[in-house]
DNA sequence: TATTTTCAGGACAATAATTGTCCAAATTTA
DNA sequence: TAAATTTGGACAATTATTGTCCTGAAAATA
């Protein structure tokens, strides 16, 4: 997993990498060939639909593409902020009590 | 620092602990006690504006506060998936190249 | 018990954020 | 140079978020 590489880039390269043009790879996602560019240069997110199309079309692993989106996401949205690592390590803690409190339990009450 | 406590609930306990009512630190906030109860219950988010000041009125470090808060966006961000933690890992490895990264060059781009 | 205070939660409006399209200009490729 | 591709701004549509108001329930207090 290369952590170096956003979502945009990464898929980027897999397109250049099949010498496809974006207005080939947006039509695959039923989308605007502008809105794909936005998206491999960042300033607009994909979603999680795109995922099993893009993963199907690389022939990648739709996990792993998940992953990076999400990473992503998470990575953005507490950039800006100093204890990145603090924050974290209490929402993994979080996660898992939560996760364990599902098990047993029914639903999710979780919005801050 | 708990971590099996949501934001809401946590400062609802700072709340209850004072004895005050919700009508009167929603007064210092600013907003419609309708607003805070839903902010205790995890049915809108607290924004970051809020952190000092309700940090002051219960005399507890704004960092933990926001530390508090921001878990919990994370949380709430990824709670739905499957591999959560590997997700935080890639985030974390994430951020340190980009802010790495930024102590060379200059701004940030990163959007997904 | 009656009154008052507090709290919960739905409905709503206002605002903000996100998403995608269209188009024109710039760049790249053939 | 011509054609294809890509960029990026402006825009509209959609969706999400925020906070208020209000009514009724619950809890506290007299």
Redesign the interface.
Known sequence: ?N??Q???EYIRKLREGQNLPIRKVASKLDIDPSTLGK?ER?????NKEMIPILATLFGIEE?NL??????????????G?E??????K??????Q???NLNLKQGK?????
Chains 1, 2 share one sequence.
């Open positions: 997993m952590t170096k956003s979502f945009g998206i960042g300033e607009r997110s994909a996990k998940g992953l990076i989106l999400f990473s992503d996401k998470v990575a953005y949205q507490i950039i902020e204890n990145t690592n603090e924050i974290l209490v929402a993994e803690k979080k996660i009590y939560l996760k999710i009450n979780f919005k801050n």
